[in-house]
């Protein structure tokens, strides 16, 4: 199969590239999560017109976690996902802050095992004072 990658001469937005990275679902998304200052470009906070160049550090957001990729390679379709992570690496340091809230995380525990019913409910408003 032939990779349809760009020389890193030439450039692509922002937007498209975490799209065709599968770092987001639509173009869309990802110029949503940008122009909520949820992605950086090179450490500032960037527009989704901004030209990705090769070797750049973008720091994103997904969900709770939070990534930091050096761009390897540019590409503006979206294919597979062994195709899509050619286009970047993680950083050490991002896997590792990663994997540390994660860990943090299932230390903290889990929700509840059940929701509670009317009278757990009441209860809990008593003796939090929201209930007279």
Avoid: C
């Amino acid at each position: 199969m032939t990779q349809h990658y760009y020389h890193s001469d030439q450039k692509i937005r922002l937007d498209k590239w975490l799209w065709a990275a599968r770092f987001y679902k639509t173009r869309a998304l990802a110029k949503q999560m940008i122009d909520g200052g949820k992605v950086q470009y090179d450490g500032v906070r960037a527009k989704s017109s901004k030209m990705v160049e090769v070797g750049a550090e973008i720091t994103l957001r997904q969900g709770n976690e939070e990534k930091t990729v050096a761009v390897l390679a540019l590409s503006d379709q979206r294919r597979g996902a062994t195709e899509a992570q050619a286009l970047y690496r993680e950083t050490e340091q991002s896997v590792a802050q990663r994997e540390a809230h994660a860990a943090q995380r299932k230390m903290l525990g889990s929700a509840p095992e059940h929701r509670p019913d009317k009278r757990s409910r009441r209860e809990l408003l008593r003796v939090k004072g929201s209930w007279d």
